[in-house]
């Protein structure tokens, strides 16, 4: 199966917020504005930190409880990031517009399986980072998110069991499509911290085994962090200096890494921006 491309990324492109983003990628489009830090009011004051507020939209119709559970993972994930610490008695309010879904994702939603609100959470999580580095909130680290679907167990005309995939069954499709999604025995999402690879948030629906989950576990860690160096740790020098050779062989050959494309995708938006917002200075000269 065929990689998604990588993310399509805009930076600052709404002109009235405080820091904006746009991310397209699998099919999702998500619009993110920042306003922030703001004067909050006083029933919503923290002495002590600034209070985060989110706000997520649909792409059709009134936000309802799908909506209410994604802004409460995004809120809990976002504050391990946040230096709220550095902002108190203040309020950063973020909002994201979903504009863009999976044509199959709609044809589709009839199906039980397919109201899953997983397929989402990397797309704003990712959306919502851009946005935070556009607004200059100061943060401690940023993220990589990934969504993994496990196929399920192929049944024999010998066997009857109804139980889950197991690890030497189980196939594990990164970014899997709309039809991946339907037919998956589960589904898991996982984003990890850059640096140092801390798990931040791990969401799963559908039924798995502990031995699946490993599985999983390793392979999202793969795709998000990178190589490992030779003491465990994710290896940033080496992917810094090897990045340039594997986006080489990759539009050579078609295929790449997804662990290096999922390690370096944020470096190089960030890294253009600094080039954008650093140009006056060469032109000073």
């Given at each position: 199966m065929t990689s998604p491309p990588n993310p399509s990324t805009k930076l600052d492109n709404l002109p009235l917020a405080d820091g904006s983003s746009q991310y397209t990628h699998a099919g999702y489009t998500i619009l993110c504005a920042i306003n922030g830090p703001i004067e909050v009011q006083r029933r919503d004051e923290l002495p002590s930190e600034a209070t985060l507020e989110i706000n997520v939209r649909p792409a059709v119709g009134v936000g309802g409880v799908k909506e209410r559970h994604l802004e409460t993972l995004l809120h809990s994930t976002l504050r391990h990031i946040i230096l709220t610490q550095h902002r108190p008695r203040t309020l950063i309010q973020m909002t994201l517009q979903i504009t863009g879904t999976p044509a199959d994702?709609?044809?589709?939603?009839?199906?039980?399986?397919?109201?899953?609100?997983?397929?989402?959470?990397?797309?704003?999580?990712?959306?919502?980072?851009?946005?935070?580095?556009?607004?200059?909130?100061?943060?401690?680290?940023?993220?990589?998110?990934?969504?993994?679907?496990?196929?399920?167990r192929p049944r024999t005309p010998s066997s009857t069991s109804t139980a889950p995939s197991t690890s030497?069954?189980?196939?594990?499709?990164?970014?899997?499509?709309?039809?991946?999604?339907?037919?998956?025995?589960?589904?898991?999402?996982?984003?990890?911290?850059?640096?140092?690879?801390?798990?931040?948030?791990?969401?799963?629906?559908?039924?798995?085994?502990?031995?699946?989950?490993?599985?999983?576990y390793g392979e999202g860690e793969r795709i998000c962090c990178g190589p490992k160096g030779a003491g465990g740790d994710v290896d940033v020098d080496v992917e810094m200096e090897n990045g340039a050779r594997e986006r080489e062989s990759e539009s050579e050959s078609g295929e790449g890494s997804e662990g290096v494309k999922g390690a370096l995708w944020l470096r190089d938006v960030v890294g253009e921006k600094m080039a954008r917002d650093l140009r006056w200075r060469e032109e000073v000269r």
């Open positions: 994702d709609n044809a589709q939603s009839s199906s039980s399986s397919t109201t899953t609100t997983l397929p989402l959470l990397p797309p704003l999580l990712h959306s919502a980072l851009l946005a935070l580095l556009s607004a200059s909130i100061p943060l401690s680290k940023t993220f990589t998110s990934i969504l993994l679907a496990v196929a399920p030497t069954a189980a196939t594990i499709t990164p970014n899997p499509s709309p039809a991946d999604i339907h037919r998956a025995a589960s589904l898991h999402v996982l984003t990890f911290s850059s640096p140092g690879g801390e798990l931040l948030l791990a969401e799963s629906e559908g039924e798995f085994d502990m031995r699946v989950w490993e599985r999983v």
